[in-house]
């Protein structure tokens, strides 16, 4: 039962599988142990086998949960809510493969459990009778200063009155400036954690449309987007995977990170807003002074913003391939929160500075966790932004590109991995975008060396920029969509 928070909390891999072996031995049949069990990862893997070692047990442990799920009707409420209360399959996301297929299954698992519990929300809502207004509901437990919000506060807050009402659920309990402003900007405004309290308000309010702006980092919205609360159903890419859910309808993403094949990866009907399907504010200039970072005269400097567990092990190699060939670099990471996961992912780099005869501290920095202000001085003294492979980087890009900052890209098929994709092809700098690692190499030894080439990207960036911020086309979209839904229904 402690297994879910103790990895949580510690992230420890070695002492993670070592805990996930033995608990194996025993065996558990608890539904809850169980599905910590399938939900525990080591979040900084050590080698390319252990992300294999940990998908396979992920499908093991799926598939005993399913078993157990078939065989047994006997599961009482509070079983079940324990058990979806206790994780998610957040990390699952971050093995940099295609997970489509154990996601649509897992969501399957969730939708069978609630079923036990909310028969009654699980049926169809029949749509309301035509009105003056379209009820749209939006949910997260993220209406505050975040990521989610800085993506989808605008999809609240410059809708159109005259059309809409916007119902907001927030089912989290922080609130700063960011809260009071979709409060102040939507009709209604709802702020419990209570899974029940919250059905009993979304069911009452009679919605036309419920979008939910994230559906896999918090448990409580896990279990809310598996039941059908309102004739229709919407999911946002604050988690850019599908949610697997049978009760959610439509998937919306942005038009320039797709593929014409897109839609193999969602469960849901896939819908293409505008761009990147956000209206993103231009991040405020302010004071970008030194603090504390190091001196780091006559080095080029190579930043990667992204959290660690999105860097994984089967990339560290180009990072070293960076060093062989401009020698004078730095390399700046930021380190996560729990400093024991930084302290895995600076030890995975450290074995490797060793076999490539390197001294760590000659190219590696490892910043901790700071202000926003300190964050932004660290971009703007780097000179090329490295983005992560496998899941690319959107709001970190889009903060990095406000100050000016070339980035270095490889995507790959799944929209996740096309965020940065997404922003230079907006900014037409497809010389950023590269198509192998080997291009990924050449193209950082051509920002370092090639003055004038990096200039001009730059000189790009500036007269550009403006093109992937405020772009309220997106929201326009989005009305005219959901229009058409309640014309079709």
């Known amino acids: 039962n402690n297994l879910g928070q103790y990895h949580q909390e510690i992230g420890n891999e070695d002492l993670s599988i070592i ?46 949960i399913e078993d157990l799920v078939d065989k047994n009707n006997f599961l009482k409420k509070d079983q079940i809510l324990n058990a979806l209360n206790s994780s998610t399959n957040f990390y699952l996301h971050y093995l940099g493969q295609d997970i489509t297929s154990l996601q649509i299954r897992y969501g399957t698992i969730v939708h069978k459990l609630t079923k036990y519990i909310y028969p009654q929300f699980h049926e169809k809502i029949q749509s309301n009778k035509p009105s003056e207004f379209i009820k749209v509901g939006f949910i997260s437990s993220f209406f505050y200063e975040g990521v989610v919000t800085k993506l989808f506060k605008n999809w609240i807050v410059k809708l159109n009155k005259k059309k809409f009402k916007s119902f907001v659920y927030h089912i989290g309990e922080k609130n700063d400036h960011t809260t009071s402003l979709i409060k102040e900007n939507c009709y209604s405004f709802f702020n419990k954690k209570n899974i029940d309290a919250a059905i009993k308000q979304i069911i009452s309010d009679k919605l036309d449309i419920l979008i939910f702006l994230d559906i896999g980092m918090e448990p409580k919205i896990q279990i809310l987007g598996s039941l059908k609360l309102a004739p229709i159903q919407c999911c946002a890419y604050g988690v850019p995977v599908t949610t697997g859910f049978k009760n959610i309808d439509y998937f919306f993403s942005g038009e320039i990170m797709e593929i014409s094949s897109s839609q193999k990866h969602y469960s849901e009907k896939l819908i293409k807003l505008p761009a990147l399907g956000v209206d993103y504010d231009i991040p405020k200039k302010i004071n970008t002074d030194d603090t504390d970072l190091k001196n780091e005269k006559n080095k080029i400097i190579f930043l990667c913003l992204q959290n660690n567990y999105k860097l994984l092990p089967q990339h560290d190699h180009i990072y070293f391939e960076i060093i062989k060939k401009i020698p004078e670099c730095k390399l700046w990471f930021m380190r996560a929160k729990n400093e024991f996961i930084s302290n895995k992912f600076k030890e995975r780099i450290s074995i490797m500075c060793k076999q490539n005869n390197l001294l760590l501290d000659d190219f590696f920095v490892f910043y901790p966790q700071t202000s926003h202000q300190n964050y932004l001085n660290l971009i703007t003294k780097s000179d090329v932004v490295l983005d992560s492979l496998d899941w690319s980087g959107l709001n970190t890009s889009l903060e990095a590109i406000s100050l000016n900052k070339p980035i270095i890209t490889l995507p790959s098929n799944i929209m996740r991995s096309r965020h940065t994709f997404g922003v230079l092809k907006i900014l037409k700098l497809e010389e950023l975008i590269c198509k192998t690692k080997k291009e990924y190499v050449d193209l950082a030894v051509k920002l370092s ?41």
């Open 449 to 489: 060396k090639n003055s004038n080439f990096r200039d001009n990207i730059i000189k790009r960036i500036k007269e550009n920029k403006q093109l992937v911020f405020n772009n309220f086309k997106t929201i326009q979209f989005l009305e005219i969509f959901l229009e058409s839904l309640i014309k079709k229904n």
């Open 19 to 64: 805990y996930y072996k033995k608990a194996l031995e025993i065996k558990p049949t608890n539904l809850r142990s169980r599905w910590l069990l399938m939900n525990t990862f080591p979040i900084i893997y050590k080698n390319h086998e252990q992300i294999n070692y940990f998908r396979k047990h992920f499908e093991e442990n799926l598939k005993v």
